[in-house]
Every structure is written in C-alpha cells, then in structure tokens.
C-alpha cells in the first residue's frame, strides 16, 4: 500500500512479494508457527566442511595478518588480499561448479565471524563482494553468459563491490541519480553519475552498479516491459538498471577513498563516471527491474554479513573482558570482586548469547531456500549490531582508561594491544551499514501492517461509511476473538521449559495483534507518519523473535549455563514488551516531538551561548585543486 508509508513509494513498489513462510508475519499476526523455527541436523559432511575451513582460515590469519597494522595503516596488505583470494575466502557463497566453495550460509557466517574476531575490517572487505558484489545479483538475476563469465573472476581472481548510494541519496535508494543511457547505435549505455561510500570501490575490479535508463513501457508476449531509448525526451520515465562496470573503463575515477572513525581498513570510494560506456550485455537481469535487485540482495545480504562480523566483535572481546576483571586490582581487590562489574559482566554474556542464538537460527533459515526471511534477516540485523555496540560498550568500561587507549599506544609500554577503543569506534559502522536501524524499523512495521493495510485500505484512506465499517466488523469479530483464545505451541517440542516459555511467545503475539488493530483504529491515517509506533511495532517482534531463537538455542547447545541466560533475557524483555505494547496505545510521543519542532524551528536559540557559534555551513572548506594528486587505485 504505497499510501500509507509515501516517504518509501518507489521503494514500496519495488518491495518483493512474499515467497514462502515467514515466522514473523505469523508472529504480528497473533498466529506463530514455532514449527518454522524447528531447523533439520546440520549435515556432518557440511560441518566438517565449514570448521575444515575455519582452521585454514585461522592458520591464515595468525601467519599472515597484523590486525593492527591494518588499523594503523589504514590499509589491508595486498598480500593479504591475495593470499585470501587464492585461500577462497572471497569464493564461499559462490558454488563450486565456477570456481567457489559452494558453503551453506551458515558456514559462510562462521567463518565470517572467525575473522571478525581477528579483524572486522578484513572481514567487512570479504563479506562485501559475496554478500552485495557482483556475485550475489548474476547468480540472483543473471543469464549464464554472465555466470561463466563473471563468477570464475570473482571467485578467485578479482574483488567486487556494490555502488548504490550517492551523495544525496543514502538510505533513499530509490533517490539515484546516475544515470544510464542508451547509445544511438543500441548495442551499449554511457553511464554519468557518482557514487559515495561504495565499500571496496577503491580495490575492486568490478562493481554492481545501479542506475537510471529513460525507457518507455512496451508490451511484450503478453506482458509490460521496459525498453532503453537513446532519447530521454521521449521516454515514459528514468527506470532503475543494475549493470555490471569493469571498473578499468575509460572514465571510471576514484575522487577519493574515504576515511571513517573506524573499520579504517576498508577501501570506501567515493567514484565518478564521465561518459563511461558499457556493453547493453552487461545488463543484470531486466531493464527497470535494479531497485527490487539491490534489495533483494541487501536483504540476502543482511541475513548473515552484518550480524556476524557483529557477533565475531563481540566474541573477540568477551575473554579479555573476563581476564581484565580478574586481573585489575582496585582498593586490594579485583573487579570481578565489585556486584556493579559482575552485574555488567551477566549483561554481557546475555546479550552474546542471544546474538549467537539468532545468527545460528536465521543462517539455517535462510539455508533452507523455503522461507521468506526479510524480515527475521532485518530484525537479526539490528539486534546484532545495537546489541554489539552495548556489548562493547560495557567492555570499554571494564577497561577503565586502557579502554581508551589505542593498541599500539599501549603496545609501547608493554600492555596487552587489545583494541578495545577499536572496537567501539568500529561497531557504530554497522548499526548503518547494509540499512540503518531506524530505516531498517520502517521496512519491518510496514511487513508487520502489511495484512490489515489491504484488509482496511478504504476505510483508513478514503473514510468511514456503512458499508466499509459493516465489512471489517464480520471479519475482524471473528478474527478479534481468536485472539484471546491461546494456540499450541507445536507438538514437536516435548522439553516441557521449552514449551512453557515459548508459551509466553504466543501469548504476547495475540496481545500485540490484538494492540496493532487498536492502534490503526485510533490513528488511521495518522499511522502514515507515526514513526514512534512503528518503532514499537518493530521492537516488539524483535524482542519475541528473540525471546523463541534464545530458547531453542539453549535448547540445542544444551548447556547448563544457557537456560540461567534464557531465564534473565525473559525477565528483563518481559517488562520491556509491556512497555512498549503500552505505548502503542498510550504514550507522551506528541510531547517530546513538539521539543523537537521548537528545537528545529531555532526557537532555542539562546542554547548557542557562550561558545564559537558556528553552523554546519562555516564547517566547509574549499577542495584544494591538487586533492586527486597521489591517491592510489588499486584494482582486485
């Protein structure tokens, strides 16, 4: 319903159907199928496959890489870069049957975490080209001249990148401005644009790459299409394409590499194209059809990149956290001594172990090619990487100043180089990254509305009428009662903890099916622009989403530890959850957003006193003429 969210329109449009199952649409819906959470065995060869792997992976990281040369340099070594290549650590989404390991996401997630743990940045380089590179989109979308082609190059040759954003359009991607035009002859376009932020753009050697064609609509056995014209003017509209770009084409430039507050390895680009021409073949699947491609692929992508460099963070911090407890003494004890540093510490061990329990959970989902997983890999997401910055967060703080202090600062007076002030810096990356989190809460709500918008589309848009009011009482009276009534788990869990927490699962998933109707009749039309309640819509099924993968992972790794942790996470959430089911209701929302609107609008001005008052403005300073000079281009 692309009126209800008129922000998101073209996005709206693009937005995939539904294919397969979805634990969290039935979750919104009062109606979770646990079953959909109940994965197969991993099958032993798959295993021993992926921990095989993971030792190579290991031997590599401690002979060949100095994570904090990388942080201090700014760069990953070539050596590296091609030690990695040759090792196959760029091929493992890629099958076999084109030069690639072929892994299972879940073994594709492990060993993203094990680097992660050595060095996020490294890992971030390696995710990227199988995660969004060009690997994803030909194997999603492409013809097979494109896959014997490209994949071989990809898989162990030449690194990959994705080149979505641009200056004025980063979370708005379907904002693009550069643009792709079809010459007169129609055998290729002359692509004119820039992109920003393009994360391996400065190493690699191809990119996908998505801009605007001017096409018209045609009809085609049976079916609209859209065909590229060499003349704009006569064109229908500007449609999103996803091409595949040598970066070696002639007037492809690198303006700048980027630099960020942390993940200081990575090579960001921020690219121009002047009159670049590429081939009408390397086209990716069909013209128009680009923005729906790079969601498809982010949302792939989301599943298992970004939630496992985040859980590989976490990982890496979480013994010397432990040792630092132990080893620093404060007042003639240490600070595993102190109920405020062993309160810190349980936090901690709870929020790693629920991030473990979702990246396991949604990487076997997602193996199971069944399951329509958008919105467990959004959610997954954005607990991981909020939950990884509070995780680290905490370990800064169990570092005191040594927290604070970079590595190799430390390193000169023999200290332990742990990177804790690294990793705090990094992980804010990832809360952005591959779909901030506040966008990242839109796209889920509007999944979770997504039933009762087409079920009350007329009422909500146009207004009430009898007939229209009439309609929704003989469904929703049924439906409304149903809520109350409490559904069976599922009669393949006999662990009878197991059953009784998942209980409680259920029983806030009709509470808040039943709190999403209240809220849409309260505020109907208003929904569109109530950002609060569909962050709360949001977090709610984030919460109980985590609440079952929790429990079923306790369950699985059967560890006595582990149900301590379950039982803690349900204490602490359940409270939250009543919360924010109350909020969607009730809640001081237009307050706080009328501070915001004076704040806005200059009227605190008087705040500005006693400092150098300058504005974003007085901040921009003019491009030196020579800033191009010297930078290097690497090409994968």
Not at 208 to 230: C, M
Not at 238 to 253: K, R, Y
Request: hydrophobic fraction near 40%; proline fraction near 4%; charge should be neutral.
């Amino acid at each position: 319903m692309t009126e209800l969210f008129k922000g998101l329109k073209l996005i709206e449009q693009a937005r995939e159907e539904v294919r397969g199952a979805s634990f969290m649409s039935g979750l919104y819906l009062g109606k979770p199928d646990f079953d959909l959470l109940l994965m197969p065995p991993e099958p032993d060869q798959e295993r021993r496959e992926g921990e095989a792997y993971c030792q190579r992976v290991e031997a590599f990281l401690q002979q060949h890489v100095d994570s904090l040369e990388i942080e201090r340099t700014g760069e990953i070594p070539e050596a590296v870069l091609q030690g990695l290549l040759e090792l196959g650590a760029f091929a493992m989404k890629i099958p076999k049957q084109y030069g690639g390991l072929g892994f299972s996401h879940r073994n594709y997630g492990r060993v993203l975490t094990l680097i992660a743990s050595w060095s996020n940045s490294l890992s971030l380089t390696v995710a990227v080209p199988q995660s969004i590179g060009i690997a994803m989109p030909i194997l999603l979308f492409g013809n097979d001249q494109q896959k014997q082609q490209y994949l071989p190059l990809v898989a162990r040759q030449h690194i990959s990148a994705f080149a979505l954003t641009e200056p004025e359009t980063g979370s708005d991607a379907a904002n693009v401005k550069t643009e792709a035009v079809l010459v007169d002859s129609g055998d290729a376009f002359v692509i004119n644009g820039e992109k920003l932020w393009c994360t391996n753009g400065a190493i690699a050697r191809y990119i996908t790459l998505v801009a605007r064609v001017p096409a018209r609509q045609q009809e085609q056995d049976g079916k609209l299409v859209w065909q590229p014209v060499s003349d704009p003017v006569t064109a229908n509209d500007s449609v999103h394409t996803a091409f595949i770009l040598d970066m070696q084409s002639p007037g492809v430039s690198i303006k700048q590499r980027c630099r960020f507050a942390g993940c200081r390895g990575i090579a960001n680009a921020h690219m121009v194209f002047n009159q670049v021409r590429v081939p009408k073949e390397n086209i990716i699947g069909e013209v128009g059809s680009g923005l729906k491609y790079a969601l498809s692929i982010l949302n792939i992508g989301r599943a298992v990149s970004v939630p496992a460099i985040c859980l590989g963070m976490a990982k890496q911090a979480w013994q010397p956290s432990l040792d630092r407890l132990h080893s620093r003494m404060t007042f003639g004890e240490p600070l595993a001594n102190r109920q405020t540093q062993r309160i810190r510490a349980g936090e901690m061990a709870k929020r790693l172990f629920v991030m473990e329990a979702l990246c396991e959970l949604v990487w076997q989902m997602a193996d199971q090619h069944r399951y329509d997983v958008r919105m467990e890999a959004a959610v997954t997401k954005m607990f991981c990487s909020e939950h990884c910055i509070a995780f680290l967060d905490d370990a800064q703080i169990i570092f005191g100043g040594m927290g604070y202090e970079a590595a190799d600062s430390k390193q000169v007076r023999g200290e332990p180089a742990f990177p804790m002030e690294q990793l705090a810096r990094d992980a804010t990356m990832y809360r952005i990254g591959e779909g901030a989190t506040d966008i990242l809460r839109a796209f889920v709500a509007r999944e979770a509305l997504n039933f009762h918008l087409h079920r009350s589309r007329e009422l909500l848009e146009q207004g009430v009428t009898g007939a229209r009011l009439l309609a929704l009482i003989r469904f929703y009276g049924p439906w409304y009662l149903s809520q109350w009534r409490p559904k069976p788990v599922t009669e393949k869990l006999r662990n009878p903890r197991t059953r009784a927490l998942l209980g409680y699962v259920e029983h806030r998933s009709r509470a808040l099916a039943r709190a999403i109707v209240y809220a849409l009749l309260l505020q109907r039309q208003a929904m569109q622009q109530d950002q609060g309640r569909q962050s709360r819509i949001e977090c709610l099924g984030e919460a109980l989403f985590a609440m079952a993968a929790a429990v079923l992972h306790a369950q699985n790794i059967n560890e006595p530890y582990a149900w301590d942790l379950v039982d803690e996470f349900f204490r602490t959430e359940k409270g939250r959850i009543k919360h924010l089911l109350r909020g969607l209701l009730v809640n001081d929302d237009r307050q706080r957003e009328r501070l915001g609107r004076q704040a806005v609008q200059g009227e605190f001005g008087a705040l500005n006193r006693g400092i150098v008052n300058r504005t974003l403005a007085d901040y921009r300073a003019s491009v030196p003429e020579n800033q191009d000079e010297g930078l290097e281009t690497k090409k994968g």
